[in-house]
T-cell receptor
Framework: AQSVAQPEDQVNVAEGNPLTVKCTYS??????LFWYVQYPNRGLQFLLK??????LVKGSYGFEAEFNKSQTSFHLKKPSALVSDSALYFC?????????????FGKGTRLHILP | DTGVSQDPRHKITKRGQNVTFRCDPI?????LYWYRQTLGQGPEFLTY????????KSRLLSDRFSAERPKGSFSTLEIQRTEQGDSAMYLC????????????FGPGTRLTVT
């Protein structure tokens, strides 16, 4: 069965500092991995995805994520945090061994960027 | 920019009433998904369509829930005899066919059952 874990409910980072939001996954086959961001009272907004190829994936708003197969992780990173990055971040995974396109979301990590 | 739209954005209803939500996907997307999100949780899959065919339903989707996508364009999600436990954000998403394509989400419909 596929699953996603986001071990931190909340992450606090000072503005201008690098940020990392952690995600680990479990699948039977190979993973497709996604990061989404949610602002208050809004739907989820796609940030980036890993399908195949380079382990470092670049996405919107200066975010990037590193796929690590041996550690089954897909941590979200940004070199310099902005106050406007404060939001709820979700990691999601699809198991390619499945025939459907169902993706499973983590519980989310709330990111607070402190001015 | 015509993204995914949902209507209404908010719905307050009394327990036992029926409610219906609408989702309009991105026009060229043939996959449409419904999710439910409660406070402190990520979205939970409910059901999805490819064109007008409903391909899978979650165990979360009790027999009080029904979804349709009659012409392969917009979709409706109906909840009959609402219960307080149905209070949640209902999210719709659409994508192209193929698991490597990301899903694009609408703003959601927040349901409050009193």
């Amino acid at each position: 069965a596929q699953s996603v874990a986001q071990p931190e409910d909340q992450v606090n980072v000072a503005e201008g500092n690098p940020l990392t939001v952690k995600c680990t996954y479990s699948v039977s086959g190979n993973p497709y991995l996604f990061w989404y961001v949610q602002y208050p009272n809004r739907g989820l907004q796609f940030l980036l995805k890993y399908i195949t190829g380079d382990n470092l994936v670049k996405g919107s708003y200066g975010f990037e994520a590193e796929f690590n197969k041996s550690q089954t992780s897909f941590h979200l990173k940004k070199p310099s945090a902005l106050v406007s990055d404060s939001a709820l971040y979700f990691c999601a995974v699809r198991d390619t061994i499945r025939r459907d396109d169902k993706i499973i979301f983590g519980k989310g990590t709330r990111l607070h960027i402190l001015p | 920019d015509t993204g995914v739209s949902q209507d209404p954005r908010h719905k307050i209803t009394k327990r036992g009433q029926n409610v219906t939500f609408r989702c309009d996907p991105i026009s060229e997307h043939n996959r449409l998904y419904w999710y439910r999100q409660t406070l402190g949780q990520g979205p939970e899959f409910l059901t999805y369509f490819q064109n007008e065919a409903q391909l899978e339903k979650s165990r979360l989707l009790s027999d009080r829930f029904s979804a349709e996508r009659p012409k392969g364009s917009f979709s409706t999600l109906e909840i009959q005899r609402t219960e307080q436990g149905d209070s949640a954000m209902y999210l719709c998403a659409s994508s192209l066919v193929g698991g490597f394509y990301e899903q694009y989400f609408g703003p959601g419909t927040r349901l409050t059952v009193t």
